[in-house]
């Protein structure tokens, strides 16, 4: 069942979507050589809690920490680690989920660390624009394949491709919610878009080939290829006029190069 929320409603999840973004604000400003995923983590954590949120991933169907973050060949769902140093050259995706006063929000961004190839910041570019176009087609009466069809013309028209294992979602007082939002797909099908809807849209895109496979830990979804990937994402409400961001970030993340 697709919920349609009311205006107070959207106005709680905005309130879960400028902490969403606050956290992925502080978290790109962290990035750089030598800091593991573990501290993006513990920052994540800190600040979610501060703030009265919970953090949405941790616990969720046993996920062990507070964000994802995943590295260069990493589509998503990566576990923070130690370990994992960030090093020159890397990009790195960061998705970061809150529930607050009962309301989510969602949101990712990839980023790189210092000066990265051409091919990375052209995928780290075309995936956010294709994010941004398909935010264009949040409107009353469109329908959700409209979203997805947009961002697989834009991707593919650059050679990279669309990852189709995983896919955005509503969003509301649950993390997941209905209907489901593929990245890809021809137009006019699927739900009506209706206002009060709301929606995370979510462009996975590879810069290889699309198949991807999942690690031995139960959640890293690597691509196949061993290609680079990127991932951004928005929590986006359906409006009588323009769509409402509802995780929109105070100071825009762009591609550093």
């Known amino acids: 069942m697709i919920v349609c929320r009311s205006k107070a409603e959207l106005e709680r999840m905005r309130e879960a979507g400028r902490l969403v973004g606050e956290v992925l604000t502080e978290l790109s400003a962290r990035v750089a050589p030598g800091v593991s995923t573990a501290d993006l983590d513990a920052l994540a954590e800190k600040m979610m809690v501060a703030a009265g949120g919970t953090p949405a991933f941790k616990g969720y169907h046993g996920y062990p920490a507070s964000i ?58 075309v995936t956010e624009e294709s994010l941004h176009k398909a935010i264009e087609r949040v409107r009353p009466g469109g329908r959700v394949s409209d979203i997805g069809h947009v961002v697989q013309r834009h991707v ?39 206002e009060g809807m709301v929606i995370a849209i979510e462009p996975m895109v590879n810069a290889g080939k699309p198949a991807v496979k999942v690690l031995g830990d139960g959640w890293t979804a690597v691509t196949r290829d061993g290609s680079l990937s990127a991932h951004f994402e928005h929590t986006v409400a359906v ?19």
């Open 156 to 194: 593919e028209s650059y050679g990279f491709s669309v990852v189709r294992e995983f896919v955005g979602h509503g969003i509301g007082q649950k993390m997941h919610e209905e209907p489901q939002v593929p990245n890809y797909g021809e137009p006019g099908r699927g739900p009506r878009l209706t």
């Open 239 to 257: 409006m009588a006029g323009e769509p409402w961001i509802l995780t929109a970030r105070a100071v825009p993340a762009t591609v550093r190069r």
């Open 68 to 125: 994802c973050a995943s590295i260069n060949d990493e589509v998503i769902h990566g576990i923070p680690s130690g370990r994992r140093l960030l090093q020159e050259g890397d990009i790195v995706s960061i998705d970061v989920g809150v529930s607050l006063d009962g309301y989510f929000g969602d949101s990712a961004i990839t980023l790189p660390v210092g000066p990265v190839s051409e091919e990375a910041a052209t995928l780290l570019r």
